[in-house]
């Protein structure tokens, strides 16, 4: 697939050259910044006429949007979370002798460049524009969210007229009268608690989050003055006559503070204090601090690829999009499908999180940073109890939603919210992921076991005994693969489902010999009974069945998927593709075709569970019939082709996911970026060509690298560790800064003190 949008590419830097009024949304999405608790898309801070998403938001808030369907089915969740596209903060009208500049109508645009420096999570644009009534103005703007500041925004903004003496009015102003594209019946989700010149308060209808905005602005060629509030807007200006060639400058900070973290009552002071702080420091204190504070992120988190210019920025930005959307700074806030980049899927929490961004990171932010989004969801483990009741299930048992902002379910296709209960594997999955590569057992304890226990009490309710197999089966699943609904026994959801009975029942036995008081308060405060509930757990396990092709040696995804007409991706008219967009859903449900990784997404949770033939038997079968339309799906089938030694299919999909907002492979960038999946194109780096792995206890490496990298150099903490590991096409050189340990390189044992260094070996023992 060749991408049809190319701009020049830099390591470091996002870039855009030329003004195209046909891609101004997409480079909203490509553009946005935020700091972990709120973010924007990269609007222009003068406005635009033109079509545009609008878009700033802030985390943890949401807007219970009733839900919208077009047959009621009972167990359907009342609303569907939205987070609320929040007051338009970066405002600075301008106009130049009465004239409006806006790029939707001015007469020419002679020069535009922007440029998202990803180095310090910086926006800057330089342009030169005619206006309609001849006027021609250079514009130089800088925007930021400060990373060490959370609470503040900061912009700067300048403007030189280049071929007459004019007057300039400029008006910094901040909107609260914005809506959610999303809406689902147009509702205005905010209402006005208070609007004053300098600052506004808004309230959600229905949720009660308030949050509140108030600017500072300085004018280094004139004196603004406040403006009377009318409506729901914040405004000053000021009017200056400026000579040919002589520049006016506005900076313009910005506090915006939330009911999370202040009483209601005391918001517009915080805001106005934020703000004022801000503005007492100055842009220029403002910047190098946010270029520290992101220095330091990078020199933990930073991936450098030497010989492939295209898969270097592809990463960057997908770190950078990452750390802009989760710091672990709150517990209670989380990754949303889009970050602070756009609407689509509510912008709440999904599977994704524990399935792809846990490890990074787990890997990149340290132990207490990861360990936050474990505690979100066990803070929600009783919305998750109440989500199952209203399904039918009893004693306990936990049904974690497919999507939320609170912990209740708000998805609403059932074949989504009803069956797609993979997902509670995830979670438990997630929790062994972080005690194994932390050793931090005692979270078993403080939390992990409560919600182990009641997700297998979930599995162990929706099993159903079969009398004619003599077996238990799990009926009327959608697995990962979303292109199949309803069927029965999915290998992946059934897989996962026995795992997690057996991790739970390990789990109660080591918290009981381990920590015997929490045990006991976990027994009375959950009614857990180990003995017969374990017993009950390990018997269904043992006896759940597992389809199997012994023919062709694979796993059966799911009952009767042999039966379809069997074809290839490769025998696909390319346009028929994405198949949802082409084909009737009855079609797709027909069809062989596989949405995303299922059984190969077994392959890669549990790698010592299957042999190389095994994997490799599998991955041959399924990865040839999978369209990859789930934007999940290519980095995990990268990490298994890497694992099996295939480097060019690893490479290629790799790209799919690394690049695929940049190149905007499925033309739908303009509805934000992919920010879960960007984690998955850090396991294709990390795991899958620089061969990351535990095996029990031991940390091991196995890189395969792509035939146009020279080199391949990454960061991660480690049980309070911190490695840099560099790995050619024959050699892995890792540096410690850390306690020493034993590890294993291609298969052979090292020992680490500051630094080792391994040679690939001739038959090298991989981890498959």
Known sequence: MTPEYTQPIDGWKIIEEGFDPHRVRASESLLALGNGVMGGRANFEEGYSGPSLQGNYIGGLYYPDKTRVGWWKNGYPEYFAKVPNAAFWPGVEVAADGERLDLATVAEVRVFRRELDMRCGVLRRWMTVVLRNGVELRVETERLISLPRRETCALRYAVTPLNREVEIDFTPYIEGDVRNEDANYDEQFWEAVDVESDALQMRLRKSGFEAAWAQCCTLDTGLLQHIPATGT????????????????????????????????????????????????????????????????RWARCDIEIKGDEAAQQGIRFCIFMLQQTYTGVDARLNIGPKGFTGEKYGGVTYWDTEAYCLPFYLATAGRDVARQL???????????????????????????????????????????????????????????????????????????????LSIARFWAQRITWSEARGCYVMLGVTGPNEYENNVNNNWYTSYIARWSMRYAA???????????????????????????????????????????????????????????????????DPQVRPLNQHWSWDRILRSCFIKQADVVQGLYFFPEDFDRDTVRRNFDFYEARTVHESSLSPSVHAVVAARLGEAAKAYEL???????????????????????????????????????????????????????????????????????????????????????????????????????????????????
């Open 233 to 296: 807007r914040a405004a000053s200006h000021a009017k200056i006559h400026l000579a040919t060639g002589k520049t006016a400058t506005l900076c313009k900070y910005v506090g915006i503070c939330s009911s999370l973290n202040h009483p209601a009552d005391r918001l517009l002071a915080a805001a106005r204090q934020t703000a004022a702080e801000a503005c007492a420091a100055g842009f220029d204190t403002l910047l190098p601090e946010q270029t520290a504070a992101w220095a330091e």
């Open 506 to 572: 390990d789990t109660a036995a080591w918290v009981r010999e381990h920590h015997p008081e929490a045990y006991a308060r976990i027994c009375r405060v959950r009614h857990f009974d180990e003995a017969a509930e374990c017993a009950r757990w390990r018997e269904i396990a043992d006896r759940l069945y597992l389809g199997e092709d012994p023919v062709r040696g694979i796993f059966l995804q799911q009952d009767g998927y042999l039966d379809k007409e069997q074809q290839l991706t490769a025998e696909l």
């Open 374 to 452: 474990l505690v979100y969801r066990y803070n929600q483990l009783d919305r998750a109890i109440e989500n199952a009741a209203k399904l039918g299930f009893s004693n306990g048992a936990a049904l974690y939603p497919m999507v939320t902002a609170n912990g209740e379910e708000c998805h609403n296709e059932w074949e989504i919210t009803f069956e797609e209960i993979h997902r509670n594997g995830a979670i438990a999955y997630a929790i062994y992921r972080y005690v194994r590569y932390t050793g931090d057992s005692d979270y078993l304890a403080q939390c992990g076991l409560e919600v182990l």
């Open 654 to 768: 790799y790209l799919r996911t690394a690049r695929l907002d940049l190149d905007d492979y499925n033309h739908e960038v303009e509805e934000g970026c992919h920010v879960t999946s960007m984690a998955g194109s850090w396991l294709a780096v990390v795991e899958g060509f620089g061969g990351l792995h535990l095996n029990n206890e031991t940390l091991c490496f196995d890189p395969v690298l792509p035939a146009a990298w020279r080199s391949l150099t990454f960061r991660i903490d480690y049980r309070d560790r911190r490695l840099t590991v560099r790995c050619t096409h024959d050699t892995i050189t890792i540096h410690n800064d850390g306690a020493p340990l034993d590890l294993k390189l291609w298969g052979l044992t090292h020992h680490l003190d500051t630094e080792v260094r391994g040679t690939r070996p001739t038959s090298p023992n991989t981890i498959l």
